[in-house]
């Protein structure tokens, strides 16, 4: 079994910062890529940014400047820096990985954390 684990949400207010964390534990033999997703209340989850096995990024448009993503690969983690947060980044913040885990290749996803940011 694959899990992932999050950590670092919370309260903020607008401007502040925060930093997400997403370590990939148990049967982990290859990890393609990790990243994150967001759900606001009442909207659909939304791409917020990823991570290739190579390292490559990629961003939604409206974190652009503002969010970072990185990887750990010896601690099979990933990390989301958020700076200059908007109360419209208000969400519960998904990890996901694309793992093989010497028995097949899934998508597996963390539990979920929260951020707030307040007006």
């Known amino acids: 079994q694959v899990q992932l684990v999050e950590s670092g949400g919370g309260l903020v207010q607008a401007g502040g910062s925060l930093r997400l964390s997403c370590a990939a534990s148990?049967?982990?033999?290859?990890?393609?890529?990790m990243g994150w997703y967001r759900q606001a209340p009442g909207k659909q989850r939304e791409l917020v940014a990823g991570?290739?096995?190579?390292?490559?990024?990629n961003y939604a448009d409206f974190v652009k400047g503002r969010f970072t993503i990185s990887r750990d690969t010896a601690k099979n983690t990933v990390y989301l820096q958020m700076s200059s947060l908007k109360p419209e980044d208000t969400a519960v913040y998904y990890c996901?990985?694309?793992?093989?885990?010497?028995?097949?290749?899934?998508?597996?996803w963390g539990q979920g954390t929260q951020v707030t940011v307040s007006s």
């Open positions: 996901y990985a694309d793992i093989t885990d010497r028995i097949k290749r899934a998508d597996y």
């Open positions: 148990g049967r982990v033999f290859s990890i393609h890529a």
């Open positions: 991570i290739g096995s190579g390292g490559s990024t």
